[in-house]
């Protein structure tokens, strides 16, 4: 997987023993093929998940309303290549970042047992330390481990990095946004992996694949969801976006086009023609149909079209772009296609670079912002360069997560269909109004060992951090320690923030740096959160479930970030009043305002 913008590497994943197929991801020059492998043939094994009737899709449960787990995004793409979701796992929840990957099936995260895992973001999961745990257990179904006493599973990627272990089943939870209680699911707990899925800061995968081991299908066949789910993945400028398993109410002018599950074991649309500055290209559609068809992958950093498609784009791009001075890229190991613009501006970008729309089979029209097909020079202000390149000889069309940026993309797999509605994915339930989802529901009676109290919540009601009245917020401004220094914590300041903001539950937009000190081996931050661009003010409510985060050390981060502290925190009003020129409003019931100090 990608570790920097200008190694151009995607993450196409495909299953080795258990025949379920898979893409396989590729650490590769943009310029040469991304790999991807024929399909096995030999028939697919299924194991058996759930005990259940013959007819395995249920219906959903509850007549009326259909419930959906409505998750964050953090936004790594540019980074590593990927975006990670949060999940829990286990009785109490261990928690877990996960790549959202559409192009791999199983979920698994590294063992407690593994000797051979890398160190990630969070720690290992510990079967021993869930009440709800239980091994799968060899059948005639599966690959057994050689004293066939469990079900294993192994993954093989085309740069030849590897994942293996055993499968478990346990309770998955799916966070504060979700009106989806906690379901028992199948992953993989992972005790080998080498390459980089050893050295990637995620902790490991999170497949939304079709196949019987796939989050999506395990809950379409347990009838709690509809067969359908969505991604929205952040813009340029402001990362993160959210993640939707279930349906959702379409807008009434997202564009749709054809999937046909039979086409490839892979999400394909059907793509017929290219347009640059409202011309044409001049290629035959049969173009987008070759080997996989036109195929869509979350966790594909890029895009990749075939010789022809990509040697017709660049030339129509090439003379759109013939005022902009053209620059060497930011990896002399890439022949990247660069431009250099007077600003750095992403609302401008229109004005220097052409649209770009994608014609669908059924006529219907898809426009890509000049976001959707450049990166940012990572050497140069203001130049941007192209991220879509070509396949190799590969005659496959691979379309990944840069295509997609503030785009909702919503897979009906139930009417094998494929949606797409731009919009600011960093206020997505703004822009769809779905109102704050209330705590998820307990596990149902039958299954043991409820995870209700140890389930991720919102504020609970009644909490003890109270603003009177219907006060409107300006500011929340808090001051934390942690144990790393500030040569190491520099580089990921950034990164620290965005962690923040999905802890919090707000846009990465809103949280903003103030100060930042360091003594010893010990750094000093002061953050501001600030209202959402939509609003000018933070509502009593949303300030109440941010202070009752903070004031519980309920902020939960990566290893890599060390441990933390919470030092003060204060709110300032949207307006000022008499009694409040000299000070802000303390909310704080227990720790006061205070300078920074080493601890």
């Not at 980074?79 to 559409?102: C, E």
């Not at 593994?114 to 709800?132: A, I, V, W, Y």
Request: hydrophobic share 35%.
């Amino acid at each position: 997987m990608a570790e920097e913008a200008s190694s151009h590497l995607t993450f196409i994943s495909i299953v080795v023993l258990i025949f379920i197929v898979d893409f396989v991801h590729v650490s590769a020059n943009p310029t040469s093929p991304a790999l991807l492998l024929h399909s096995l043939s030999v028939p697919a094994m299924v194991l058996p998940l759930y005990h259940s009737a013959p007819n395995s899709r249920r219906h959903l449960q509850g007549s009326e309303s259909v419930l959906n787990a409505r998750m964050s995004l953090y936004d790594d793409l540019l980074r590593n290549g990927y975006y990670t979701t949060r999940l829990w796992i286990g009785t109490p929840p261990q928690m877990f970042a996960l790549i959202v990957d559409t192009g791999s099936t199983v979920t698994y995260v590294p063992c407690s047992s593994c000797e051979q895992c890398g160190r990630h973001q969070d720690p290992k999961f510990d079967p021993e330390s869930s009440n709800t745990y239980q091994p799968v257990k060899c059948n005639i179904d599966c690959s057994c481990d050689n004293d066939r006493v469990h079900c294993i599973y192994e993954r093989q990627y085309a740069e030849m990095s590897t994942s293996s272990g055993v499968l478990g089943e346990d309770l998955i939870s799916f966070g504060n946004r979700s009106d989806l209680k906690p379901q028992r699911a199948v992953f993989g707990c992972e005790n080998v992996e080498t390459g980089d899925l050893f050295s990637q800061p995620a902790d490991g995968i999170m497949g939304l694949g079709r196949g019987d081991l796939s989050v999506v299908d395990q809950l379409v066949e347990k009838g709690v969801i509809s067969d359908s789910f969505s991604l929205c993945y952040g813009g340029m400028d402001i990362g993160g976006g959210a993640m939707v398993l279930g349906g959702i109410s379409a807008p009434s002018d997202m564009v749709f086009t054809q999937s046909n599950p039979g086409r490839s074991p892979y999400y394909n649309i059907d793509l017929k023609e290219i347009h640059v500055a409202g011309k044409q290209l001049p290629l035959n559609p049969s173009v987008f149909d070759g080997k996989h068809g036109t195929v869509l992958d979350s966790g594909t950093t890029y895009a990749y079209l075939p010789e022809a498609a990509f040697l017709a784009f660049k030339e129509a791009i090439m003379k759109e772009l013939s005022s902009l001075k053209q620059i060497r890229g930011p990896d002399p190991n890439y022949n990247d296609i660069c431009f250099s613009t007077d600003g750095s501006d992403v609302s401008q970008l229109s004005s220097n670079f052409p649209a770009v729309d994608m014609i669908f089979g059924n006529g219907k029209k898809f426009s890509l912002s000049p976001e959707n097909y450049l990166f940012r020079h990572s050497k140069v202000h203001g130049a941007y360069c192209l991220g879509i390149f070509q396949n190799g000889k590969d005659p496959t069309t691979l379309l990944g997560g840069i295509l997609v940026r503030n785009t909702l993309v919503t897979y009906d797999r139930e009417h094998s269909k494929i949606g797409f509605w731009k919009t600011n994915c960093s206020e997505l339930w703004e822009r769809l109004h779905v109102s704050a989802s209330p705590p998820p529901m307990p596990p149902a009676a039958e299954e043991k060992n409820s995870t209700a109290e140890t389930q991720p919540t919102a504020a609970p009601t009644g909490s003890p951090y109270v603003l009177s009245g219907d006060l409107q917020i300006g500011h929340i401004t808090f001051e934390m320690s942690l144990n790393i220094s500030y040569s190491d914590l520099k580089p990921r300041i950034t990164e620290l923030g965005e962690f923040i903001a999905q802890e919090l539950d707000v846009n990465t937009s809103q949280v903003n740096l103030m100060k930042f000190t360091s003594s010893g081996n010990h750094s000093f931050i002061k953050w501001s959160i600030s209202p959402a661009s939509s609003t000018d003010y933070i509502s009593n409510t949303t300030a109440v479930g941010i202070i009752s985060r903070l004031a519980e050390h309920r902020l939960q981060f990566p290893v890599m970030f060390g441990s933390y502290e919470l030092i003060g925190w204060s709110v300032e009003p949207k307006a000022k009043r008499t009694w409040w020129k000299k000070s802000h409003l303390t909310v704080d019931a227990a720790v006061t305002e205070a300078e920074l100090q080493p601890l």
